[in-house]
């Protein structure tokens, strides 16, 4: 299923959404597939969360469940189960082949309040042009360096009020995050915008004639579906 | 006139915070209302951090029973982190309501829950962040009314300076009745202003206006009277008791946090109140008498709350919940209920006895067996009369028996140090007890990995308890006791690596104690460490003793007291004690006889099985012991 985490919900971390995900599993009576151990979990695959403080019109996971469901009635008793904020936008029952294997790149957009057009546009021209952006990350084993520019297929200046930035980036392991392309406008432009920006990611799936596809479109073929309430 | 959201202003200050989602409110059991629908609105606050404070029964149950009613606005805030307080400062955000996000200098009235006394300083912060004057008097009728309410307001005097009012006992009745009162003063245009609507609160003995009240000291630095300062202020100060629990099934709809908590589960009380008697213990003194909620309440309220918050974990709570009367019908029904479900059930604390093994039996049917908690409280059978905790050495190894009998690998034994006539003899009677637990263990289950857990606290003498007069163990003391015990322990090859052994310096406890039995100059000490920078000192890692330590010296320069004269020392019969004036229903001579008692090891029975004996609570309150069985059983639930 493809849901959104919008508004205040973007301050949740991921595991502050699994946790509120699968009481909502519970209160919509979702016939859920259970680990067997210790102390059994409903069997949810969360795929390529989005950081904290990043709200998302794309997040995918996928739930087993015992028995075969109506996918529009699962996705709106779980979209009124989950708090405001958590919106199931897409649910279909899973074809064959990996969902994993479909979300290849995501597309982001940074919205930069008060920031000068001219100056993100600049930056922007500055970060396409370098032949590498190598930007820092702090892990537990040490500091790593990254190429931001390597994994960037498309970026562009798409709005001036607030200024706006839709990078696409393919994913790698590991992943570059919207943060690490602020770092590498800062690193190429000397940009610093005058507040931390907000981010969204707006999709993810398959790159293909610069889009990108609707990594839920081969489940479709053939099987039900639920499309839901888009672009809410 | 609307009152405008902070969110704006707030959200660009979240990205720089840890833990951002437990400012945002959004949880489901919320209950968003529109503000110029009410005529009277309250902010409740819970004074620590909102992982801690989004669990407390007592706020959710009166968020609950406020915003049920038309025309009335209730919404929740926290303790900010001192990450968030400095950013607020630096931006101008005032303290808000995480509900709309409201600043809680807007509401008529700022309602605080005060478990303990450790939130004392994270009051003051909310009320400065709140651009509220700490001191009551310098409040106008622009301010809220600061409302103080929860166990540790059974002695407020240490922060009498800083709030205007003080609700003793259940809140539920108590809350509406403000409310009504706060609604009628309003409507009629708020005759007398701020004063005009404390003394309509004060006037019938139901709510304390500390600054209606003076306090006269002796030379020597006791107490010489408490006395009201105007006309109309009743003398003594009652506590609420609400009678019929099944007409209060509160929480319905459980707020379901976002942000983990400490804990993640849906909690129904069984029953208030508790005479078991244990002479420590100040909750079970000031919420006597016992009353129960039905077997068919509780299971309403345990389907309904799960339904409508998704917990996968239920607790049963109380002072002591193996004393329900129907507590086995309970713990059945419940366990047929929700077998196969994954909803675990939880019976918080335990009594020793056999019957306990049995119950905890039946609630891990559905779940994990991990351990068992016992808390026999004091280390040696004499000690154990002292503070009147009846069970006998083989009591406990019976009981702990049966449970290695019936498959349990691990028990947790609670325990305290310091407390009164204690002797280095009685805390190393624990090593003795626990080593027999492991021998029984060992014997029973014919196994070697048999665990014992020893955790100890330190004992700290509460108001309206029989130890209010008692002189509270120093923390030298109670560490040097503690550290023999560790090494008592360690010493026994045989059974050291099975016993692990938890307890706390003593350090804290000592500054717990200058507050629970504090008077007002110890409001100088809390402001002093507040305006020194002391935040969240229930919290390990931000409390710092020595400031504490080095405050109380400034703020009682020229005294003739100190920490000392407020902790260590013994009160006689005849001291003015600083809450006095405030009644909890317990005889004041009857609580003397019973420090008599103890310190002559004298045990006293539970007037729920024996004659009263006469503490006083039920004739002075009004109330009566509320106990069953109804016969009731629990059905299955039909299948939606």
Redesign the interface.
Request: aromatic share 10%.
């Given at each position: 299923m493809r849901f959104a985490k919008r508004g205040?919900?973007r301050?949740?971390?991921h595991?502050?959404f699994q946790?509120?995900f699968?009481?909502?599993?519970?209160?919509a009576?979702v016939p859920m597939a259970?680990s067997h151990g210790?102390?059994?979990h409903p069997k949810v695959s969360y795929l390529g969360a989005s950081p904290?403080?990043a709200a998302s019109e794309a997040e995918y996971l996928e739930v087993s469940v015992t028995q075969e469901c109506d996918p529009e009635h699962i996705r709106s008793a779980l979209d009124e189960?989950l708090?405001?904020?958590f919106d199931v936008v897409d649910l279909v029952i899973a074809g064959p082949g990996a969902l994993a294997d479909r979300l290849q790149v995501s597309s982001w957009l940074l919205e930069m309040g008060g920031a000068d057009v001219a100056t993100v546009t600049d930056a922007v021209d500055g970060f396409l042009a370098a032949e590498s952006v190598e930007v820092r990350r702090r892990t537990k084993n040490g500091t790593r360096t990254l190429d931001a520019r390597a994994v960037l297929l498309h970026g562009d200046v798409t709005g001036d009020d607030p200024v706006a930035v839709t990078a696409v980036i393919r994913h790698e392991s590991p992943t570059v995050r919207p943060d690490e392309i602020m770092a590498g406008l800062r690193l190429v432009a000397g940009f610093e915008p005058p507040?931390?920006p907000r981010v969204t990611r707006l999709a993810q799936g398959l790159w293909s004639n610069g889009a990108i596809d609707d990594p839920l479109a081969p489940d479709r073929v053939g099987g039900a579906s639920a499309p839901g309430r888009r672009g809410e | 006139m609307p009152v405008e959201s902070l969110?704006a202003q707030l959200?660009?200050l979240?990205?720089?915070v840890t833990?951002?989602?437990q400012?945002?409110?959004?949880?489901?059991g919320s209950t968003p209302k529109d503000w110029d629908d009410a005529d009277v609105r309250w902010a409740l606050m819970y004074p620590d951090a909102y992982e801690v404070g989004l669990p407390n029964q007592g706020v959710q149950i009166l968020y609950e029973v406020l915003n049920e009613q038309p025309r009335v606005l209730a919404e929740r805030t926290y303790a900010v982190w001192p990450d968030l307080e400095r950013l607020m400062r630096e931006h101008g955000v005032s303290q808000f309501t995480v509900d709309a996000h409201r600043p809680v200098g807007a509401f008529d009235l700022l309602g605080v829950s005060f478990a303990t006394e450790l939130g004392y300083t994270n009051l003051l912060t909310a009320l400065d962040l709140a651009g509220l004057p700490l001191e009551a008097v310098a409040r106008t009728d622009e301010h809220p009314v600061v409302v103080a309410g929860g166990h540790a307001a059974f002695n407020p005097e240490p922060i009498a300076e800083f709030v205007d009012a003080v609700v003793l006992g259940d809140g539920e009745e108590v809350v509406l009745a403000i409310n009504e009162v706060v609604r009628e003063w309003k409507a009629e245009g708020c005759p007398g202003g701020r004063d005009g609507l404390l003394e309509r609160l004060a006037a019938g003995g139901g709510v304390y206006v500390p600054k209606f009240y003076d306090v006269d000291y002796l030379p020597d630095g006791r107490i010489a009277r408490v006395v009201p300062n105007r006309a109309g202020v009743p003398e003594r100060v009652h506590k609420h008791t609400v009678m019929d629990l099944d007409q209060w099934p509160y929480p319905r709809k459980p707020l379901?946090p976002?942000?983990?908590t400490v804990h993640?589960r849906y909690s129904v009380e069984i029953f208030r109140g508790c005479t078991r008697g244990c002479r420590f213990c100040q909750a079970g003194m000031i919420t006597r008498p016992v009353r129960e909620r039905s077997i068919e309440t509780i299971g309403d309220m345990v389907q309904t709350g799960v339904?409508?918050?998704?917990?996968?974990e239920v607790g049963l709570l109380s002072l002591s919940s193996a004393d329900h009367s129907e507590i086995g019908d309970i713990a059945k029904g419940l366990a047929d209920r929700y077998e196969g479900t994954?909803t675990s059930l939880s019976l918080p604390s335990t009594r020793v006895d056999a019957f306990n093994v049995t119950l905890a039996d039946e609630l891990s049917r559905n779940?994990?067996r991990s351990g068992l908690t016992f808390a026999p409280e004091g280390g040696s059978e004499r000690l154990r009369k002292v503070i009147n905790k009846m069970v006998s050495e083989d009591d406990l190894i019976r009981t702990v028996s049966t449970a290695f009998g019936h498959g349990w690998r691990q028990v947790k034994l609670y325990f305290m140090c310091g407390l009164p006539t204690e002797t280095d003899e009685d805390v190393l009677a624990i090593a003795d007890l626990a080593k027999r637990v492991i021998a029984a263990g060992r014997e029973v289950s014919g196994r070697r990995d048999i665990r014992c857990t020893v955790s100890i606290g330190g004992f700290v003498p509460k108001p309206h308890t029989p130890f209010q007069w008692a002189g509270q163990t120093d923390h030298e003391v109670v560490d040097d006791r503690l550290h023999k015990l560790r090494d008592a322990v360690r010493s026994d090859r045989s059974y050291g690596k099975s016993i692990g052994l938890r307890y706390h310096e003593g350090k804290p406890s000592m500054i717990e104690g200058l507050l629970s039995r504090g008077d007002r100059r110890v409001g100088r000490i809390v402001r002093e460490v507040w305006e020194d920078g002391g935040r969240f000192d229930g919290w390990g890692e931000h409390f710092l003793y020595d400031r504490w330590l080095r405050c109380a010296e400034q703020a009682l320069a020229g005294e003739p007291v100190d920490l000392a004269w407020f902790t260590t020392r013994e009160r006689d019969r005849d001291e003015v004690l600083p809450w006095d004036h405030l009644d909890s229903g317990l005889d004041r001579d009857w609580l003397w006889e019973d420090w008599q008692d103890a310190q002559d090891e004298i045990e006293l029975d539970d007037c729920r099985w024996t004659p009263c004996f006469d503490c006083g609570v039920c004739p002075q309150m009004g109330t009566e012991i509320q106990t069953g069985p109804t016969g009731q059983k629990l059905l299955p639930l039909s299948v939606?």
């Open positions: 205040r919900m301050f949740t971390s595991r502050d946790r509120a699968e009481r909502a599993l519970r209160r009576h259970f210790f102390t059994p904290t403080g189960a708090p405001d904020g507040a931390p | 969110f959200e660009p979240l990205e720089q833990k951002p989602i400012y945002v409110g959004g949880e489901l379901v976002l942000a983990e993640e339904e409508n918050s998704g917990f996968t994954n779940g994990r939606v």
